[in-house]
T-cell receptor, first 112, second 114 residues
């Protein structure tokens, strides 16, 4: 059973378009992180959201944490070819072992 | 740059062999976690080490083991390799008790088992 479902799995868009990636769970997380991963490399942390309803902006990227802290979204405005990559959400429950539970991933391809 | 390094970058092994992967954590981080990432999937938690002891384990068999050293570097050992062990192995360093909790990943080791 996958605890964190991401949608869509794949997305191919033209440069300049907007897009939204969703991360959904039935579990409540103490925090949720978004990563971007390029082929052959490790995930790079983009943002951490902690408070229900929180919205964070990173240039053209907007991240939102659901009010109940079970879901999150990533919105990219005016996508660029450099945004291409695998986007992963990861939830943390806290506690003694603060492992990350990763989502299924969204593979984004931005065409010039 | 996360300050987390891993070696080797790529590795090819034969089924039944043993392998050791290495990780150097970000300076000041006292916790290291290891993840396995199969092609096209999100990383899966293997285990975590804190103060040189295992501090939690995912759904992986005992042939996956680890070590953490006083300088916070760490190793992942896999015995009796199987074809399904082929994956990208990632280590991530973090500070236990940090708030919010964040992990920083190395570039990974690509293991191919033939």
């Amino acid at each position: 059973t996958q605890l964190l479902e991401q949608s869509p799995q794949f997305l191919s868009i033209q440069e300049g378009e907007n897009l939204t990636v969703y991360c959904n769970s039935s579990s409540v997380f103490s925090s949720l992180q978004w990563y971007r991963q390029e082929p052959g490399e490790g995930p790079v942390l983009l943002v951490t959201v902690v408070t229900g309803g929180e919205v964070k902006k990173l240039k053209r990227l907007t991240f939102q944490f659901g009010d109940a802290r079970k879901d999150s979204s990533l919105h990219i405005t005016a996508a660029q070819t450099g945004d291409t990559g695998l986007y992963l959400c990861a939830g943390a429950w806290g506690g003694a072992t603060n492992k990350l539970i990763f989502g299924t991933g969204t593979l984004l391809a931005v065409q010039p | 740059e996360t300050g987390v390094t891993q070696s080797p970058t790529h590795l090819i092994k034969t089924r039944g062999q043993q392998v050791t992967l290495r990780c150097s954590s970000q300076s000041g981080h006292n916790t290291v976690s290891w993840y396995q990432q199969a092609l096209g999937q999100g990383p899966q938690f293997i285990f975590q080490y804190y103060r040189e002891e295992e501090n939690g384990r995912g759904n992986f068999p005992p042939r996956f083991s680890g070590l953490q050293f006083p300088n916070y570097s760490s190793e992942l050992n896999v015995n009796a390799l199987e074809l399904d062990d082929s994956a990208l192995y990632l280590c991530a360093s973090s500070l236990k008790g940090g708030s919010p909790y964040e992990q920083y990943f190395g570039p990974g080791t690509r293991l191919t088992v033939t």
